[in-house]
């Protein structure tokens, strides 16, 4: 298959319309990080969805819709904190998850009554959506196991020849994925901490618990093997201490740190990460991808204060690591 990049002109936008309501694939920009569209109530193309990206079958996807009155098309029974954050946050950074509706097709959800749906904010999501005229699912645009891409370039080195549009948006405003909430237990319950930090959250709703994944963690780069510091004032003496073992041992080891710590690296290998957390949070995936393309053995990155989007950060490095503090 040719997949075709595209500008996201009017005339672009309807062709990628058209191709997801003929069961094709199109990935597009989402303020979080790149989705993969296909149109949720279309089980064949969620099914080659699946396939394309070597998703696990149990592993569930979002569905979007682009305005909240469409949030009751494939959800019911939805609980009053979430309509608050449905007012508060959509469209934005957060997937509630909600008992589904009859037309969401179990493929989605992998058989469970739940659905997670979130309203991207994002133009060119949106207008795409719009046009579809129906819910279309969400997940990340890249292969299992590799990082969630910020680019289409990033799109491309995945998927390329495997699906029919990338309609290219430019980098991702935010870069790393939505936080996804389920308001149906009290207090709510959090299991992925993203794009809306967990003090908005409990501004808006009041206590909430984070569940640390159930699951074993996969690591999102299968070369480079990850680690990340506990954050405390003096990490960066114990990350060169941790490069200089790896380097020892012949492994090709990099450091991920925010610029003002650059020089406590010497002439170490490193990638910046930005000024601050929210670039942190923004360039993470795309330093992560560079780590791979340049064959980096293990990547250490710096650890950060769990507050505001600092705590999505943490939440992303013990995904990514596999949990390898050091
Ligand atoms: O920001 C985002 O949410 C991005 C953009 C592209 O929309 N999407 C995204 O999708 O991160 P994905 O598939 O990479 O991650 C979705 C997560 C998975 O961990 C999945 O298990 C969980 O959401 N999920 C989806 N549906 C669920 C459900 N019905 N019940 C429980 N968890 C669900
Ligand atoms: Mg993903």
């Avoid at 979080?32 to 089980?43: I, K, M, N, P, R």
């Amino acid at each position: 298959m040719d997949t075709q990049l595209l500008q996201p002109t009017n005339e672009n936008i309807m062709r990628c319309a058209a191709k997801l309501n003929g069961g094709g694939l199109v990935a597009f920009p989402t303020e979080t990080v790149y989705a993969l569209g296909a149109v949720a109530t279309d089980s064949a193309a969620v099914k080659r969805l699946y396939d394309v990206k070597k998703r696990p079958s149990d592993n569930p996807l979002i569905v979007a819709v682009s305005k909240k009155s469409a949030i009751d098309g494939v959800a019911k029974n939805i609980p009053p904190k979430a309509r608050v954050l449905i007012e508060r946050f959509m469209p934005g950074a957060l997937t509630l998850l909600l008992d589904k509706a009859d037309c969401i097709p179990d493929i989605v959800t992998a058989g469970s009554s739940t659905v997670a749906v979130r309203i991207p904010n994002n133009p060119i999501a949106l207008k795409l959506i719009d046009l579809v005229r129906k819910p279309v699912v969400v997940p990340s645009a890249n292969t299992s196991s590799k990082p969630s891409p910020t680019l289409a370039s990033h799109v491309a080195d995945d998927l390329k020849g495997k699906i029919d549009y990338i309609l290219d948006g430019g980098e991702s405003e935010i870069g790393i994925e939505s936080t996804i909430v389920d308001t149906r237990t009290e207090p709510p319950t959090v299991y992925r901490v993203g794009g809306v930090t967990l003090d908005k959250l409990k501004a808006a709703i009041g206590d909430v618990v984070v569940r640390r994944d159930g699951k074993k963690s996969i690591k999102y780069a299968p070369q480079a093997d990850i680690l990340f510091s506990a954050f405390y004032d003096n990490m960066s003496d114990n990350i060169c201490r941790k490069y200089d073992e790896l380097t020892a041992r012949g492994r090709k080891t990099l450091i991920l740190c925010l610029n003002c710590n650059k020089k406590k690296y010497g002439d170490r290998a490193v990638f910046t990460v930005g000024k601050d957390y929210s670039e942190y949070a923004h360039n993470l995936f795309a330093r992560l991808r560079k780590a791979d393309a340049e064959r980096y053995d293990a990547v250490i990155a710096e650890g950060v204060e769990p507050k505001g989007i600092g705590e999505s950060l943490v939440n992303r490095l013990i995904k990514i690591s596999g949990g390898q503090i050091i």
